[in-house]
């Protein structure tokens, strides 16, 4: 079946510290893998996507590491700041191009 | 640039009727896709609309129904509404959809069903 699932459903970081989000998929098929940003009262938002071919892509503080062999994948949010304080989400590309949301991780920036 | 557009944002219904959500797509934007938000399912899939033809469906029942406009506006609607249909639902736009994964979420609607 198509399913991506979290390890931790929250995940508690110091303000500055370095935060890891972490994802287990089970489609191979996957073209790409996504995470996306969802803040209270607000719809998901985009943050970074890798294809199936790469094992990491970086953006502005956010990297994305891809470990097909064991079917995992992760977002690092270096210097977190309490703006970062939401509920991530991986998703990946189904069937026809749907997105296979993950059950979502929630993340606490302390002060 | 306007936002995905998602009306109303909050709606009450009693059990047995229908609803019609709205979703106003990223100009230019031809794709939009649905999904229901719950706590205990996550984000799931309802089904994806390109030039007004449904493309991509997911494993909702046949109450779950939808269409798209040639503005590439499109509606949702739910029949004979049920207690578990209670969820947020979250309209996402794109330019063409498949291959695609930048979205663009709507803030969606809550719909509460009682």
């Given at each position: 079946?198509?399913?991506?699932?979290l390890?931790?459903?929250?995940?508690s970081?110091?303000?500055g510290?370095?935060?890891?989000?972490?994802?287990?998929?089970s489609?191979?098929a996957?073209?790409?893998?996504?995470?996306?940003?969802?803040?209270s009262?607000?719809?998901?938002q985009?943050?970074?996507?890798?294809?199936?071919?790469?094992?990491?892509?970086?953006?502005?503080?956010?990297?994305?590491?891809?470990?097909?062999t064991?079917k995992?994948?992760?977002?690092?949010?270096?210097?977190?700041?309490p703006?970062?304080?939401?509920?991530?989400?991986?998703?990946?590309?189904?069937r026809?191009g749907?997105?296979i949301?993950?059950?979502?991780?929630?993340?606490?920036?302390?002060? | 640039?306007?936002?995905?557009?998602?009306?109303?944002r909050?709606?009450i219904?009693?059990r047995?009727?229908?609803?019609?959500l709205?979703?106003?797509?990223?100009?230019?934007?031809?794709?939009?896709?649905?999904?229901?938000q719950?706590?205990?399912?996550?984000?799931?899939?309802?089904?994806?609309?390109?030039?007004?033809?449904?493309r991509?469906?997911?494993n909702f029942p046949?109450?779950?129904s939808?269409?798209?406009?040639?503005?590439s506006?499109?509606?949702?609607?739910?029949?004979?509404?049920?207690?578990?249909?209670?969820?947020?639902?979250?309209c996402?736009?794109?330019?063409e959809?498949?291959?695609?994964?930048?979205a663009?979420?709507?803030q969606?609607t809550r719909?509460?069903?009682?």
């Amino acid at each position: 079946g198509e399913s991506v699932g979290l390890h931790l459903p929250t995940l508690s970081v110091q303000e500055g510290d370095n935060s890891i989000i972490n994802c287990a998929y089970s489609n191979s098929a996957s073209d790409y893998f996504i995470w996306y940003k969802q803040e209270s009262g607000k719809g998901p938002q985009f943050i970074i996507d890798i294809r199936s071919n790469m094992d990491k892509r970086q953006g502005q503080r956010v990297t994305v590491l891809l470990n097909k062999t064991v079917k995992h994948l992760s977002l690092q949010i270096a210097a977190t700041q309490p703006g970062d304080s939401a509920v991530y989400f991986c998703a990946e590309t189904g069937r026809g191009g749907k997105l296979i949301f993950g059950q979502g991780t929630e993340l606490s920036v302390k002060p | 640039k306007a936002g995905v557009t998602q009306t109303p944002r909050y709606l009450i219904k009693t059990r047995g009727q229908q609803v019609t959500l709205s979703c106003s797509p990223i100009s230019g934007h031809r794709s939009v896709s649905w999904y229901q938000q719950t706590p205990g399912q996550g984000l799931q899939f309802l089904f994806e609309y390109f030039s007004e033809t449904q493309r991509n469906k997911g494993n909702f029942p046949g109450r779950f129904s939808g269409r798209q406009f040639s503005n590439s506006r499109s509606e949702m609607n739910v029949s004979t509404l049920e207690l578990g249909d209670s969820a947020l639902y979250l309209c996402a736009s794109s330019l063409e959809g498949r291959g695609t994964t930048e979205a663009f979420f709507g803030q969606g609607t809550r719909l509460t069903v009682v």
